[in-house]
């Protein structure tokens, strides 16, 4: 029981020991910079892309057109609705004078304005599948790359564009599990690129809630607030992290 105890005592003495050394070294780990950003766009519908309007690596604002798809059928479809729709309006109008003057039955007017309910369902329905002909920005950004050319036939739900934000840059952090409880968020930190040349600060922002099994390693977040103009998502390098 006292040989128990003595062991014990050594094991905490060594576990203080290594927290003292890790909250006095240097905290240094490789890193990713990402954008906050970042989507892959899909088609909404089978079809053969028209056009690419915006070139790869060109800047574009939220609701830009970035993709077209040949619509024909669909801007048919909707045309033919619209004029359904019409149709109906002025049958409906007809029979409400028709009932002023007790020519047409309670049921035939009612049955007009039903059917001018269903066109404009109808109409509404080919309006959503013009829509889907089109790819549009969901946010400020960049185009990254384009995985299917101009005039290919897609399928329905196809990976087609990939964006990233140009608003905000974040940088991803692959630390050993070791940190854990010493990390915490608002702990400043220094990026340096893989060449040497780039560099960029700011602070952890979250931290892991989960430790991967088979590196025994965390992934923490962090905000980038000053930083390079050539800073780029992707780019790899050594950060260090500080306790202001």
């Known amino acids: 029981m006292k040989l128990k105890t003595q062991l014990s005592a ?4 060594v576990a203080s020991l290594h927290f003292s050394d890790l909250h006095a070294a240097e ?4 890193a990713v910079v990402r954008a906050e950003h970042r989507a892959t766009l899909s088609s909404q519908q089978a079809g053969v892309i028209s056009e690419f309007p915006i070139e790869e690596r060109a800047e574009f604002s939220e609701g830009d057109v970035l993709a077209r798809l040949h619509c024909r059928l669909q801007q048919a479809q909707m045309n033919s609705a619209q004029a359904e729709l019409e149709a109906s309006q002025l049958r409906k109008r007809n029979f409400e004078r028709l009932s002023e003057l007790a020519s047409s039955s309670a049921l035939e007017l009612e049955l ?3 059917e001018v309910k269903l066109s404009q369902a109808r109409l509404e329905a080919a309006v959503e599948m013009v829509d889907r002909c089109t790819v549009t920005a969901p946010f400020d950004g960049v185009l990254a790359n384009r995985l299917v050319n101009a005039y290919e036939n897609v399928d329905a739900n196809q990976p087609i564009l990939e964006i ?3 608003d905000q840059l974040e940088l991803v952090i692959i630390a050993p599990q070791e940190w854990l409880g010493f990390v915490t968020v608002g702990f400043g930190f220094e990026f340096q690129s893989e060449s040497g040349a780039l560099r960029a600060k700011g602070e952890l922002l979250g931290l892991p ?3 991967d099994t088979a590196s025994q390693t965390i992934e923490l977040i962090g905000q980038i607030s000053d930083a390079d103009s050539r800073l780029l998502p992707g780019m790899t390098g050594t950060v260090v992290l500080h306790h202001e």
């Open 164 to 166: 990233v934000g140009n």
């Open 112 to 114: 007009s304005r039903l």
């Open 10 to 13: 050594v094991l905490l003495f």
């Open 209 to 211: 809630v989960i430790v």
């Open 27 to 30: 905290l240094s780990a490789r």
